[in-house]
Nanobody
């Protein structure tokens, strides 16, 4: 069975940092594009960062310079290092996997083959 297990969320003060992890199993992790997406109360799903199977990365504008997406194919694990967190980063963060090798194919939820269960991040003083 395919599993994506997200972890690392929690409560952090503004300006703080968190590192999210997503442990994958049951599929060829290294061949898949991976994304972190987030959902806030009352808002839609927002794609935060992507890493392709060739390690090319992309970020939403609000994450550039603060977040870093990475992957360890030897551990089948995806990471999101989040620094300088702000209250507007509060959300449930999901990891997702896509078979596509074309970055522009990512974006809509249907472009992903597998989803993690989400980990909650709260940024508040």
């Amino acid at each position: 069975d395919v599993q994506l297990q997200a972890s690392g969320g929690g409560l952090v003060q503004p300006g703080g940092s968190l590192r999210l992890s997503c442990a994958a199993s049951g599929y060829a992790f290294k061949n898949f594009a991976m994304s972190w997406l987030r959902q806030t109360q009352g808002k839609g799903l927002e794609r935060v960062a992507d890493i392709m199977n060739d390690d090319k990365t992309a970020y939403v504008d609000s994450a550039k310079g603060r977040f870093t997406i990475s992957r360890d194919n030897t551990k089948s694990t995806l990471y999101l290092q989040m620094n300088s967190l702000q209250p507007e980063d509060t959300a449930v963060y999901y990891c997702a996997a896509s078979r596509t090798v074309i970055h522009s194919n990512l974006g809509v939820p249907s472009s992903y083959d597998y989803w993690g269960q989400g980990t909650e991040v709260t940024v508040s003083s």
